[in-house]
């Protein structure tokens, strides 16, 4: 089944939509819920507001939407900043597996919409090495991160991978650090001056990301395991086959995967960072991982372990949801 992917052609978008319809073929029989927590930034607020009274037909239609968007977008970012060597569908095709790995991530959350600003980051992220203007871009990434940190808070933790983005991208310049802590720090001064207007200053702090380092109580059932098991595997394959490839990468495009690394690392960690969010949170985390995980399709040469991998994929979905369609 790899190989349908493995080509850069509209015919490949068919076949995502084919293959997102076959991974959340439970839909069929209970559409996407709103899982939401209004202490996580203003975009569950908004969701709340918005999306509770809808119809739950209109809910299915959103979380593909948003899905195949999602997929083919941040495909074509990779593909035009050249991070394969080949150009194909396989980080699309990895996204829409993902999505249906663990039962949380297959509802509406704000994880799920928060994606779009993250992919918006990474573009912008992806730009700063050959930019003649940094200034710009940089002002521009502490902008949008101080928009995402209020949007959703567990996209904090995008500050440290943005940190470690500037200092293996650029050489080190203090002009450049103090743009893009001015540019974090503009959403927070209008919102700042937007609460004290209108007498809310005490309620700032409602915006502001709570920590809370702690493990999470995950419920530890046969289903999660072969999930979790699945998802380890995928990472630790793509891992192994981008660090055999990676010497023949461009210095540019190497710099760019150890951000994409780094970002893996950093938002896997969400449950275990903020308070009070649950296990749909680490969605967010499927935006690098799509791209690690991609390489365990795009680099072997034969076909076998590609195939076994998504067969692992497969069965595990199914597995997952059998007992929910039948029921």
């Known amino acids: 089944m790899v190989f349908l992917f493995k080509d850069k052609s509209v015919v490949n978008i068919l076949f995502l939509v084919l293959l997102s319809i076959g991974v959340h073929f439970h839909f069929f029989t209970s559409n996407p819920v709103l899982l939401i927590n209004t202490n996580d930034g203003v975009l569950p607020l908004l969701m709340q507001r918005y999306l509770t009274n809808i119809n739950p037909n209109f809910l299915f239609i959103l979380y593909m939407a948003a899905l195949l968007i999602q997929a083919i977008r941040l495909n074509f970012l990779f593909i035009e900043v050249k991070l394969f060597q080949q150009a194909d569908y396989t980080v699309a095709m990895t996204y829409v597996l993902l999505s249906g790995l663990f039962l949380p991530w ?192 795009s680099y072997p040469r034969r076909p076998i372990f590609p195939n076994f991998l998504f067969l692992l994929f497969i069965l595990a979905i199914v597995y997952n949801y059998w007992d929910l369609v039948n029921n």
Not at 179 to 204: C, E, S
Not at 250 to 264: A, C, F, G, H
């Open 106 to 297: 297959c509802n509406i959350t704000p994880a799920l919409l928060a994606n779009f600003l993250l992919i918006w980051l990474v573009i912008k992220i992806v730009q700063l090495y050959n930019q003649p203007n940094p200034k710009e871009v940089l002002f521009n990434i502490g902008i949008l991160t101080g928009i995402s940190m209020i949007a959703y808070h567990p996209i904090a933790l995008m500050m440290m991978v943005i940190v470690f983005a500037l200092a293996i991208l650029r050489p080190f310049k203090l002009q450049e650090w103090f743009v893009l802590i001015m540019g974090i720090l503009v959403p927070y001064y209008f919102l700042g001056a937007w609460l004290f207007v209108t007498d809310q200053l005490n309620a700032i702090i409602q915006y502001l990301p709570e920590l809370d380092f702690e493990i999470p109580k995950f419920i530890f059932n046969k289903s999660f395991i072969i999930s979790l098991s699945v998802f380890v595997v995928s990472f630790l394959a793509g891992f192994i086959y981008w660090q055999q490839f990676n010497s023949r990468l461009v210095i540019q495009t190497r710099k760019n995967w150890s951000v994409l690394l780094l970002m893996s690392l950093f938002l896997i960690g969400v449950p275990f960072v903020f308070k009070s969010v649950g296990f749909e949170a680490s969605f967010i985390c499927i935006v690098p991982v799509s791209a690690i995980v991609s390489n365990a399709f």
